[in-house]
């Protein structure tokens, strides 16, 4: 299974407009990230966990031109807005595409893109044929065994998707114990960190970060969802992380065994 970070930048993404720090500054194009998103490919077939509002640039930047199914972790501009974008996968493939997640973000989905749900949809509107899925509810899509395990973003629950020893886990700032038990056993994971330091409501920052990495303990933990909090790029590891942490930047690609 390969795994391409699509974006690893948080909702204003990196950098931010109007700001001079040193990371949004920086030249480093490690340090441009667009928003959270990420692309799975196996042997057959590619998905995306969120569709992000750069989610046109990111699929052409990667030369992506297939995309089975989306899953979604929640109804956040950041993880949604993109879903217009779908439609020239919708031309290419001939069909509606297939949209998981649970019930608040389908009726978000439904309310946003309702030009996509009329009886008389306009020509050339997206297609979407959206699959409500649940918490601690396996499902098979296109093949693949999925289970949502649902993280809270503040007190708004989010999916974290595990397929097979790989779990991805964007907006969490906690996982209830019995959800951490479906992410343990994970070899390879995902974890959204948004501040180096300084606490935040919704979101863990990396000591939290850490501590739930050092529970989980799998082979290697990626870090995404960074703000412009943190320093350049080239000075990422001078945070003291331990050595199968490794932090993410916008078009990494990953081979998992």
């Known amino acids: 299974m390969k795994i391409v970070f699509l974006g690893t930048g948080p909702s ?3 950098p931010v407009p109007t700001c001079k720090c040193q990371t949004c500054m920086s030249s480093d194009s490690r340090d441009k990230r667009l928003r959270s998103s ?3 490919e196996t042997q057959d077939i590619s998905f995306v966990i969120d569709c992000s509002p750069d989610f046109r640039q990111q699929v052409l930047r990667q030369e992506i031109r297939h995309i089975d199914f989306i899953l979604l972790t929640h109804k956040h501009n950041d993880h949604i807005g993109g879903l217009d974008d779908v439609r020239p996968f919708n031309y290419s493939q001939g069909k509606t595409m297939p949209l998981y997640c649970n ?4 009726i978000d989905i439904k309310k946003r893109f309702y030009y996509s749900f009329e009886k008389k949809r306009y020509p050339g509107a997206p297609e979407y ?3 409500r899925v649940q918490k601690n509810t396996r499902f098979q899509a296109a093949g693949i065994d999925i289970m949502p395990i649902q993280v809270l ?3 708004m629950p989010v999916f974290a998707y595990r397929i097979g020893d790989f779990t991805y886990i964007t907006d969490a700032k906690h996982i209830e114990d019995d959800q951490k038990a479906l ?3 994970s070899k390879f994971m995902v974890v959204n960190v948004l501040r180096p330091h300084k606490k935040h409501k919704m979101h863990f920052n990396l000591q939290e970060a850490l501590q739930l990495i050092k529970e989980i303990s799998p082979e290697k933990a990626f870090i995404t969802h960074m703000s412009h909090n943190f320093p350049p790029y080239k000075y990422l590891r001078e945070l003291n992380v331990p050595d199968n942490v490794i932090f993410a930047y916008d078009g990494m690609q990953v081979r998992l065994s």
């Open 38 to 40: 990420l692309y799975i």
């Open 129 to 131: 044929k959206i699959i």
């Open 153 to 155: 973003h503040g007190q």
């Open 183 to 185: 992410i343990k056993g």
């Open 12 to 14: 204003l993404g990196v």
């Open 103 to 106: 019930e608040e973000t389908a």
